[in-house]
């Protein structure tokens, strides 16, 4: 059962990176985040997302590549300083 649900885990993660929408649920995993935690960032307007209809949240896989990685922090390792 344990292998049944790791081949699970993988074919999800491999159709949310081929998706261009995602649901909230996929969004929330690709995250690594509670649909709670993810609801409050909508409600905040902090995370781009989508309402066609007025009720349901979709997203765009590529905008929220892009909301992941930015404000990135620069704190230098001991390499980076040294080069």
């Not at 997302?49 to 896989?61: E, I, M, Q, S, V």
Request: hydrophobic share 35%; net charge positive; proline share 2%.
């Amino acid at each position: 059962m344990e292998n049944f649900n790791k081949v699970a885990d993988l074919t999800m993660a491999k159709t949310i990176c081929t998706k261009e929408v995602l649901t909230s649920a996929e969004v929330a995993q690709y995250m690594g985040i509670s649909k709670s935690a993810l609801y409050k960032l909508t409600c905040l307007g902090k995370i781009p997302h989508y309402k066609p209809t007025g009720k349901l949240c979709y997203f765009n896989r590529r905008e929220i590549e892009e909301w992941l990685q930015s404000n990135r922090v620069f704190n230098q390792t001991k390499e980076e300083v040294a080069v």
